[in-house]
Nanobody, 114 residues
Framework: QVQPVESGGGLVQAGGSLSLSCAAS????????MGWYRQAPGKQRERVAT???????NYADSVKGRFTISRDNAKNTIYLQMNSLKPEDTAVYYC????????WGRGTQVTVSS
């Protein structure tokens, strides 16, 4: 089963930016609707953003206008550009298909200090 590899997290001050990447194997990657998810301590995992194979995007209200999801099908990779970060964005960020068809990767930690 496909297990994505997430990267790009780190520690940033509120108002700062980070760019995450997620690489996944599989010939069918380009047709999959992919998503970024996050899980904060003590909370359930939530979906942050999705992108279809054709590039249509959707965002959670909490990140709309601040985060941008994109993809490069030639590289089997999706990205999440995060701007105007807030302390409540602190979480481990994961990627998966919109139907959770992949195994969960290790994720990448994003910590936003106030």
């Amino acid at each position: 089963q496909v297990q994505p590899v997430e990267s790009g997290g780190g520690l940033v001050q509120a108002g700062g930016s980070l760019s995450l990447s997620c690489a996944a194997s599989g010939r069918a990657f380009s047709i999959q609707t992919m998503g970024w998810y996050r899980q904060a301590p003590g909370k359930q995992r939530e979906r942050v953003a999705t992108i279809t194979g054709g590039g249509s995007t959707n965002y959670a209200d909490s990140v709309k206008g601040r985060f941008t999801i994109s993809r490069d099908n030639a590289k089997n990779t999706i990205y999440l550009q995060m701007n105007s970060l807030k302390p409540e964005d602190t979480a481990v960020y994961y990627c998966n298909t919109n139907l959770l068809r992949f195994s969960w990767g290790r994720g990448t930690q994003v910590t936003v200090s106030s």
